[in-house]
């Protein structure tokens, strides 16, 4: 079965430098959510859409953005690079199951950022 | 806010024995509940989850039960193998406002050994 797809999986970057990852959700699925997960935490929810509209937004800094577009694909950017923006980034999707619930979220392998 | 207390860890088990990972949650509404585990390297992959008060979620042996005079989803396994080495995360989420973000705990490190 297909599952989230990221990109890149690895990601090196100097400090003040721009990122952009790109998640590919399961077919079918209408809402992405972004995660950040810093060495030895937990994931920490950054943003999420729904339908190519942001539904809910967590502990995002201003110098992070993100869309999600036609295709439902999503790109979070990240500029002004700082050594405290490594870490492991998740995208995860989920869609609409059993009787329109949409509570199962499905992560991708992660992106891998390391600000240099 | 909602939010997820886990078990410090880490855990070191030799295989074999018996698992029990503690995780308790405070929330508004009623939450589902999950445990996902990540291996190293990986992502996240859902290992089970409940919906429900009383609810039981089960898969690859282990199982968690949704308590909610207790508020708790304790994972256990009865007998864990090396292969369960890996971090498992309990989460919570509150879809019934729509679709919500995960509120994680701060995982455990289990590691066991031959």
């Known amino acids: 079965a297909a599952g989230v797809i990221q990109s890149p999986r690895h990601l090196i970057k100097e400090k003040r430098e721009t990122a952009t990852l790109k998640c590919y959700p399961i077919p079918r699925h209408d809402t992405v959510y972004w995660y950040q997960q810093g060495p030895g935490q937990d994931p920490q929810f950054l943003i999420s859409f729904y339908e190519k509209m942001q539904s809910d937004k967590g502990s995002i800094p201003d110098r992070f953005s993100a869309q999600q577009f036609s295709d439902y694909h999503s790109e979070l950017n990240m500029s002004s690079l700082e050594l405290g923006d490594s870490a492991l980034y998740f995208c995860a999707s989920s869609g609409p199951g059993l009787a329109g619930r949409r509570d199962i979220q499905y992560f991708g392998a992660g992106t891998r950022l390391s600000v240099l | 806010g909602n939010s997820v207390t886990q078990m410090e860890g880490p855990v070191t088990l030799s295989e074999e024995a018996f698992l029990t990972i503690n995780c308790t949650y405070t929330a508004t509404g009623y939450p589902s509940l999950f445990w996902y585990v990540q291996y190293p390297g990986e992502g996240l992959q859902l290992l089970l989850k409940?919906?429900?008060?009383?609810d039981k979620g089960s898969n690859k042996g282990f199982e968690a039960t949704y308590r909610k005079e207790t508020t708790s989803f304790h994972l256990e396994k009865g007998s864990v193998q090396v292969s369960d080495s890996a971090v498992y995360f309990c989460?919570?989420?509150?879809?019934?406002?729509?679709?919500?973000?995960?509120?994680f705990g701060q995982g455990t490190r289990l590691t066991i050994n031959p």
């Open positions: 989460a919570l989420s509150d879809w019934r406002q729509g679709a919500q973000k995960l509120v």
């Open positions: 409940a919906t429900k008060a009383d």
